[in-house]
T-cell receptor
């Protein structure tokens, strides 16, 4: 059973629009939710993260909204730029647990 | 910034041959991971280690072995490479006290 699910699989927006990437998880013990950004030919890199004690985390144009009751979260990218075109992975873990579980990713394309 | 170096960056292997992928990290991280990335499947955990001379199975360990001879080095070994093992492989590391995972740039393995 997949622990972390993402939708949509791919998303295209115009420059300046807000991109919304969705994520849901299964295990209620998960309490740390990072989002990783991956450009072609590179490894994923941490973009922004949130813990389960918060319902919102903002970093510039990137905002995570977290709904613990529904076990859902979303990444909002406002004023999307062509340079934001990448694959975004939602992940989850239970604190300092050895394991971190990744979703299958959302491929974002921002058209100029 | 944490540095995780993978070698080689790409490799073509013959079916049935032995392949060794190497990973080196320079930041004294305790945890090291090997992930496999296929289109549409995100990142799947093959093996991981939290201390030298010890490895653990991840979600898809069949056909792979891992070796952690030192804190800095973590290898992934394919004793009998198969066509289905064609993929991009990522090594990653994490500090015990920090939940951020640092990825290498990946190794593109093609088995023919």
């Amino acid at each position: 059973q997949q622990q972390v699910r993402q939708s949509p699989q791919s998303l295209t927006v115009w420059e300046g629009e807000t991109a919304i990437l969705n994520c849901s998880y299964e295990d209620s013990t998960f309490n740390y939710f990072p989002w990783y950004q991956q450009f072609p030919g590179e490894g994923p890199a941490l973009l922004i993260s949130i813990s389960s004690v918060s319902d919102k985390k903002e970093d510039g144009r990137f905002t995570i909204f977290f709904n613990k009751r529904e076990k859902k979260l979303s990444l909002h990218i406002t004023d999307s730029q062509p340079g934001d075109s990448a694959t975004y992975f939602c992940a989850a873990s239970a604190g300092n647990n050895n394991r971190i579980f990744f979703g299958d990713g959302t491929q974002l394309v921002v058209k100029p | 910034e944490a540095a995780v170096t993978q070698s080689p960056r790409s490799k073509v292997a013959v079916t049935g041959g032995k392949v060794t992928l190497s990973c080196h990290q320079t930041n004294n991280h305790d945890y090291m991971y090997w992930y496999r990335q296929d289109t549409g499947h995100g990142l799947r955990l093959i093996h991981y280690s939290y201390v030298a001379d010890s490895t653990e199975k991840g979600d898809i360990p069949d056909g792979y072995k891992a070796s952690r001879p030192s804190q800095e080095n973590f290898s992934l070994i394919l004793e009998l490479a198969s066509l289905s093992q064609t993929a991009v492989y990522f090594c990653a590391s994490r500090d015990t006290a920090n939940t951020e995972v640092f990825f290498g740039k990946g190794t593109r393995l093609t088995v023919v």
